[in-house]
């Protein structure tokens, strides 16, 4: 059904593509193909002139990782595509493979990024030609995050499910009240009084951790963590397999920001990882919880694993300067357990879900948002 419906909306929209484009009709399908080692100088050039002055760190190393070195990918299999117009390249969109879990099988799947068109292209159907033709190139295609311009176009071509919340939870009130009341002196000694009141609400929210448990710092994924993953969810989850190479790849080889992961243990057994960073400057920085995964043993079905995982990496956070932690989350057991810690929804921070073509077999699993289990480390918003 969906890839009728796509070739029933590249017919139509065909002409007027390519009279705004100035292509002939027949040779638009020619012009979006598969990226190859020597596009990329015109690819950076591209993101130069989108992201402006916003692209402040070495994007050359970094596309390099996201689209070369991401699993699966190679010098002449790149996970990127590009849209070319003569010599000139002028729109382009990546993608991350990955395996989900959908009702008890796994499917290979992609989540699109980095959408961009050059700005004097802008609003002549690039970007929607390309997302028409992804969908037909990717069987099974995902989105998640997506700015203003983005969103009306994704909720046109694709299914919307709910968006992934965000939460936040205060640690200190000085850096919060010096944004709002535009006065660090007064800030600060409003702060005096409550902060006081805020460590008494959190010591109110502690849940204990049972002994036998312990925290390590994993510096390498390995096949713990796969053992781990195929174990963890509910009866019939629909979530992102998390595997040692990809984990190893996304967080611990990322080329612009230093994650952390640590590891909740039970005599030795693995039973959840939470991965987090700290980010700002001087006196106002913030703390995220970026992904986890977790597993609550057969043999203590009480367990709140979810609650201990992050009220570890909130004091973790809260230990390195942060005075607010974000996350997002996407599944009840993880709202409960946040929900309990005392974070609040920050719903103006929400990031838009969006399923586009998916396997028929699964498409009644994809679409009930009370399936899916998501973090931000499944998105391309970190």
């Not at 002409?15 to 596009?39: C, Q, V």
């Not at 992102?240 to 005599?267: D, I, K, M, Q, T």
């Not at 203590?300 to 005075?323: C, K, M, R």
């Not at 998916?358 to 009930?368: G, I, K, Q, V, Y």
């Amino acid at each position: 059904m969906a890839q009728v419906t796509q070739a029933k909306s590249f017919s139509r929209l065909k002409p007027y593509l390519a009279s705004g484009l100035g292509i002939p009709p027949e040779r638009l399908l020619d012009n979006f193909k598969p990226a190859t080692l020597s596009n990329l100088p015109d690819v950076l050039t591209l993101r130069q002139t989108v992201l402006g002055a916003g692209l402040t760190w070495d994007d050359a190393q970094y596309w390099r990782w996201k689209y070369l070195k991401q699993p699966g990918a190679s010098d002449t299999n790149i996970p990127y595509w590009v849209f070319e117009k003569g010599d000139e390249i002028i729109g382009g969109v990546g993608l991350q493979r990955v395996q989900i879990d959908v009702a008890g099988k796994t499917a290979s799947a992609a989540w699109s990024c980095d959408i961009m068109v050059h700005p004097d292209y802008a609003g002549r159907g690039v970007g929607v030609l390309m997302v028409i033709l992804f969908q037909e190139a990717v069987p099974f295609l995902l989105t998640l995050g997506s700015n203003a311009q983005s969103t009306g176009m994704f909720s046109k071509l694709f299914r919307r499910l709910p968006s992934l919340r965000c939460y936040k939870k205060p640690i200190r009130t000085g850096p919060i009240l010096g944004h709002r009341l535009k006065s660090k002196p007064l800030a600060s000694a409003c702060a005096v009084v409550l902060d006081p009141l805020l460590a008494l609400y959190d010591r109110s929210c502690h849940v204990r951790i049972p002994q036998g448990l312990t925290f390590e710092r994993i510096e390498k994924f390995d096949a713990r963590i796969d053992a781990l993953s195929a174990k963890t969810g509910r009866p019939t989850p629909v979530r992102v397999r998390r595997s040692a190479e990809h984990l190893n790849w996304r967080f611990l080889s990322h080329p612009r920001h230093n994650y952390e992961c640590h590891g909740v243990f039970s005599a030795g057994v693995l039973l959840g990882y939470v991965v987090t960073r700290i980010g700002g400057t001087g006196g106002d920085l913030s703390g995220k919880i970026v992904d986890w995964l977790c597993e609550v043993p057969v043999e203590a079905p009480d367990l709140p694993i979810h609650t201990i995982l992050f009220q570890w990496a909130v004091a973790h956070l809260a230990d390195q300067g942060a005075s607010t932690v974000y996350t997002y989350a996407y599944d009840p057991a993880a709202a409960s357990a946040l929900d309990r810690l005392g974070f609040v929804r920050d719903t103006a921070a929400d990031s838009p879900f969006f399923v586009g073509s998916c396997p028929r077999e699964f498409e009644a699993e994809l679409l009930d948002a009370q399936n899916w289990a998501l973090t931000c480390g499944d998105s391309d918003i970190d």
